[in-house]
């Protein structure tokens, strides 16, 4: 049997077509000299790929690029982006490229289902998807007679509650190939002047098979039945909440995304979870993450490049470089030094207060995609370009979501506990305590209302805007205050 080429993102057994297929890995310095990774980001896929390879039936292989590192005839399974297809594609050692592994539906079947559809939407296919693969399914009829479980779940905290109070994951244990990663990350920065943003800290995500399954088994025992009534709440206090912590593993390829799903509705079945639980978990899996990874595929290559609002501003120092101590809003300064100490927070403050921010001040969206994958352990290309152009900063107008993700101030304080203490205050939107997100969506809705004015779910927040007396001096406000932290 040929040997399997695998990338860092595919170290799972479903890559491999038997257990004793013999593996090669190709550790290749230039994919950290061309960007700025996260440190912790650097170090998880270097410890997962070193880890991987102490099975005696795996090469690995230390080079500059993978052309050098493959030497040998190869097969390897349809990569996560379209510059590494294109090098397995004019490699001549690479015998056979196979389809991609590590999603539940096929590309197939979902260009199937696309093909013709004038709008496309991830409830739509989520809807296919269960169909398709029978997941929390009573015969023909969805588990509990409802799809979609949205209105059991996404609470804000409890009242009062600095924590949930669930039973946080088993932490990592790091081991001399965690040891000898930080060394060597340590020499490149000071020999080859590769450079990262964030910070070192102790691993916190899976790096091998066995922890990512422990991870899993943990999540499922003791975090998935509170994991829906607060998937969108924050609190400062506990910035895990009750997620799961799986997508870094299942995106290095040490889960199969079917198996994490039939392991949340086992917990169903047998009564360990709710329902409303498990639907909103396996919506974000067989749902959300294969939808943007097979809209990465999808669109078209010039998808990326977006930027239907016209946003040129470009990302300011103290955001790039994760300069959290710089911002006074207590929401955005707790969000980034969340991104610079783990390189990982959860969907929610990736959506409403980063990306809201970003949306609202108008920032380059390419710029903001590759900022993401460079700054989350969990972040790749695909992950990221459809996540941050089209959900995020509506790029592309529409063909992915129906309306700009822009909120104020208003729902920052509903769904977490950071207004209060801020030096801000979510209901003012001019003046020196004006909040930045209250003052940066009336500004947003300002900027763009010829463009959105033609979208029915923002004609009530256009209206309001006409009723604003201050909406030039918010405006000008916002203008003046330009890049600074807020």
């Not at 590309?107 to 929390?136: C, I, S």
């Not at 040490?254 to 086992?266: C, F, G, I, S, T």
């Not at 498990?278 to 977006?306: C, K, M, N, S, T």
């Not at 990306?355 to 700054?375: I, K």
């Amino acid at each position: 049997m040929t040997r399997r080429w695998l990338f860092a993102d595919q170290l799972g057994p479903h890559f491999l077509d038997s257990p004793d297929q013999q593996v090669l890995l190709v550790e290749s310095k230039a994919v950290f000299r061309r960007r700025a990774f996260h440190r912790q980001k650097a170090h998880l896929i270097l410890s997962a790929l070193r880890h991987r390879a102490l099975d005696d039936r795996v090469r690995l292989v230390r080079a500059d690029t993978y052309a050098v590192g493959v030497r040998e005839r190869v097969t390897v399974c349809h990569p996560t982006s379209r510059a590494a297809r294109t090098l397995v594609n004019r490699l001549p050692t690479v015998a056979e490229v196979l389809p991609p592994r590590g999603f539940v539906t096929a590309p197939a079947d979902f260009t199937a289902w696309a093909n013709g559809r004038k709008h496309l939407r991830m409830e739509d296919f989520y809807r296919d998807a269960r169909q398709r693969h029978g997941v929390l399914m009573d015969g023909a009829e969805p588990a509990g007679g409802r799809w979609n479980l949205d209105a059991d779940n996404r609470e804000p905290p409890p009242r009062g509650a600095t924590r949930l109070g669930v039973a946080p994951p088993p932490a990592i244990v790091e081991d001399e190939i965690d040891e000898q990663v930080r060394a060597d990350l340590d020499r490149w920065e000071r020999e080859d002047g590769i450079a990262f943003v964030g910070n070192d800290g102790p691993r916190m995500f899976p790096a091998t098979r066995d922890e990512a399954l422990a991870r899993l088994d943990h999540f499922v025992e003791h975090r998935l039945a509170t994991f829906g009534p607060y998937e969108d709440a924050m609190l400062a206090g506990d910035p895990l909440m009750s997620h799961s912590l799986l997508s870094a593993a299942m995106n290095l390829g040490l889960l199969d995304p079917l198996e994490v799903v039939e392991r949340a509705e086992q917990a169903y079945r047998q009564g360990d979870a709710p329902l409303a639980s498990v639907e909103g978990f396996v919506r974000q899996i067989i749902g959300w993450r294969d939808f943007i990874w097979h809209l990465y595929w999808y669109f078209e290559p010039e998808y990326r490049a977006g930027n239907e609002l016209g946003a040129r501003g470009e990302l300011p120092r103290w955001f790039a470089e994760l300069d959290a101590d710089a911002v006074e809003a207590r929401c955005l300064s707790d969000v980034l030094a969340g991104v610079r100490d783990r390189g990982w927070v959860h969907h929610i403050p990736r959506l409403m207060v980063l990306g809201n921010y970003a949306l609202q001040r108008g920032w380059r969206p390419g710029a903001m995609a590759d900022w993401f994958h460079r700054s989350f352990v969990d972040g790749y290309e695909w992950v990221m370009t459809a996540n941050v152009i089209g959900m995020s900063q509506y790029a592309d107008r529409g063909r992915m979501s129906t309306k700009p993700y822009a909120a104020g101030g208003a729902y920052i304080n509903r769904m977490s506990d950071y207004c209060g203490g801020c030096r801000y205050d979510p209901k003012v939107r001019v003046g020196d305590a004006a909040c930045p997100y209250t003052a940066g969506y009336w500004s947003f809705l300002a900027r763009n209302e010829p463009v959105l004015a033609g979208n029915h779910r923002m004609r009530q927040p256009l209206n309001g805007l006409h009723r604003l007396a201050d909406v030039e001096a918010l405006v000008e406000q916002e203008q003046a205050r330009g890049s600074r932290a807020p």
